[in-house]
């Protein structure tokens, strides 16, 4: 079994001793799953030596319990606990607004199994007539379950690209020279369906052959000489298309998408006396090829500028591309640290020298620390003594490491408004990002007003994930974001991009809307871990999307600048 796969297992464990009430089992299996999934080697070779136990989070219990599913593929007490409770019920965890006691309750009283059950009893106002619960109530399950129906069976980007690269490493590794990804995950949408692989060869058996022998592939849904689909043992669909070399830039740009986008490039085809296809581009006249291997002279054949894969959402970039005025988007590499990790001090999990060296190994030239604050309990969020503490660490550290650690913290926006921490222990820090943690069902106004007033503080610097929505999990709060980006501009506080996958907020479109309004971003991981700093990509990737460039993103700056954006800003 692969890492992915056990890790999934014990995430199970912990949703079911969830539901029987044990917290502490629940956290440990959570805790055990988290290192699986950041596990740098094979588990099975742990098992092999006899190290389970050296994996964080992994006592004897549960070592025992991998060692059985690496060597059965099963585990006899999951399927003990799985027992215990309807197939449909994990599913049931997902809806926001159902906690596990409720969802026991749900199921003893009303016999509610899975979701349409769930369903309908709110439709029925049943569940108005249980203890604790009201018409609210039913609301609120109502919308939570369109969020979980709405993910549709969706992966996120965070989960899918890895997935996607390693194929494509394996297709390589095999001979096949050009592969990439296409569809929607090429074009870095938040959300994937199946993972769409493209690869130009003039051996197409030959690739066909090593795509399907990919160690991890379940069952052979279907194979030919050009397309064929596979399932994961994960149960993720997987197609891979070959064309000929000399089609492979058309059949990535027909390919890559998005609809929208690919019927306008047809419409100019024919209106230039061309007919684009995945084969190619060519004249309607002679059927003579003029563009194939190359996706950008599809484009500039065309009379475009060749346009980025994040922007083919038909948005207005054909008719940008066509009057020479894209953006020059944001790079990767144009990021020069990161803004928004967590230490071992409030819910990280490595050292702040950990995240330094890190940083400094990934070439960044700065990074920020930024802890939660006291209020946040289920964080460990730091007493006012123990922040300032680590400002003098952080300091040290810089003239230790040659390498500027920055001091900040993520505060939480308290109901009224206000700060967590009070302004002359913030005034002691490098930057504040402010985050709202709790209350998110307040109405449009309230909460409006609550960041309003948070923003007012001179001492905040960024916003962070402005929205509060979980991909799949939580919709957004209510608020008038357009309002908050206007005062954001207004102060100079940036509006944060995070690039947690399921987080991914700012959106892309909110991005794009930030950016016309003069709103700063800043593009952060809000990594817990050393390993998620690769988050970086899928925060640029959303920024990408919404057609930002370098000159909009605080933290493509140098150091200097950074630091007087911050003064200005509390100025």
Request: aromatic share 4%; hydrophobic share 40%; proline share 3%.
């Amino acid at each position: 079994m692969t890492n992915s796969e056990i890790a999934a297992m014990l995430y199970e464990f912990a949703e079911l001793t969830d539901l029987e009430g044990d917290v502490f089992k629940r956290n440990a299996y959570r805790r055990a799953a988290q290192s699986i999934e950041e596990l740098d080697g094979d588990v099975a070779e742990y098992d092999r030596e006899g190290r389970l136990e050296s994996i964080p989070g992994v006592g004897k219990a549960i070592a025992q319990k991998i060692a059985e599913m690496v060597e059965t593929g099963r585990s006899a007490k999951l399927e003990e606990l799985r027992s215990k409770f309807p197939p449909g019920i994990v599913e049931l965890m997902k809806v926001p607004e159902i906690g596990p006691r409720s969802l026991v309750r749900l199921h003893q009283e009303l016999g509610i199994k899975d979701l349409e059950d769930l369903r309908q009893a709110a439709l029925q106002h049943r569940i108005r007539s249980l203890k604790g619960f009201g018409e609210r109530s039913e609301e609120n399950i109502l919308k939570g379950i369109a969020v979980v129906q709405g993910q549709g069976g969706r992966m996120l980007l965070g989960d899918a690209l890895p997935i996607a690269e390693a194929i494509a490493a394996h297709l390589r590794a095999g001979g096949c020279e050009e592969v990439s990804v296409a569809g929607s995950l090429r074009r870095r949408k938040e959300t994937i369906g199946d993972i769409d692989l493209l690869a130009g060869s003039d051996e197409p058996l030959r690739a066909m052959d090593r795509f399907v022998s990919y160690p991890r592939v379940a069952s052979v849904v279907s194979r030919g000489p050009t397309r064929s689909t596979v399932r994961l043992a994960d149960g993720t669909q997987v197609d891979l298309r070959v064309v000929p070399r000399d089609s492979y830039g058309a059949a990535l740009q027909y390919f890559t998408g998005s609809k929208e986008h690919n019927v306008v490039m047809r419409r100019i085809a024919i209106q230039k006396g061309f007919r684009l296809n995945e084969y190619g581009l060519h004249r309607r006249d002679s059927g003579e090829m003029v563009a194939g291997a190359q996706e950008a002279e599809i484009y500039r054949t065309l009379g475009l500028d060749p346009i980025p894969p994040e922007l083919r959402e038909g948005r207005g970039e054909i008719e940008a591309a066509g009057e020479h005025r894209l953006p020059s988007l944001l790079r990767l590499e144009d990021i020069r640290g990161d803004m928004h990790v967590h230490t071992v001090m409030s819910d990280g999990r490595a050292t702040m020298r950990e995240i330094a060296e890190a940083a400094f190994r990934r070439g960044y030239e700065y990074i920020g620390v930024t802890d939660h604050s006291r209020s946040l309990h289920i964080a460990h969020g730091l007493t006012v003594d123990d922040l300032l503490a680590s400002v003098e660490e952080a300091r040290q550290l810089t003239d230790e490491l040659g390498f500027p650690v920055l001091r900040g913290a993520e505060v939480d926006i308290l109901e009224d408004g206000s700060l967590d921490y009070p302004d002359e222990a913030l005034a002691q820090l490098d930057y504040v990002i402010g985050s709202v943690h709790s209350r998110f069902k307040m109405d449009r106004r309230t909460m409006t007003e609550r960041v309003m007033t948070a923003l007012s503080n001179r001492e905040l610097n960024i916003l962070g994930h402005p929205t509060g929505r979980l991909i799949g999990r939580r919709e957004g709060y209510d608020i008038d974001i357009e309002q908050v980006m206007d005062e954001a501009a207004r102060r100079g506080v940036a509006l944060e991009v995070n690039g947690f996958p399921d987080r991914m907020d700012l959106s892309d479109l909110n991005c794009r809307k930030a950016i016309e309004r003069g709103v700063t971003l800043v593009l952060d991981t809000d990594a817990h871990g050393v390993e998620q700093l690769d988050n970086m990509r899928f925060a640029v990737g959303t920024a990408r999307r919404g057609w930002a460039e370098r000159k909009d993103v605080l933290n493509a700056l140098p150091l200097d600048q950074l630091r007087r954006f911050f003064r200005v800003a509390g100025a």
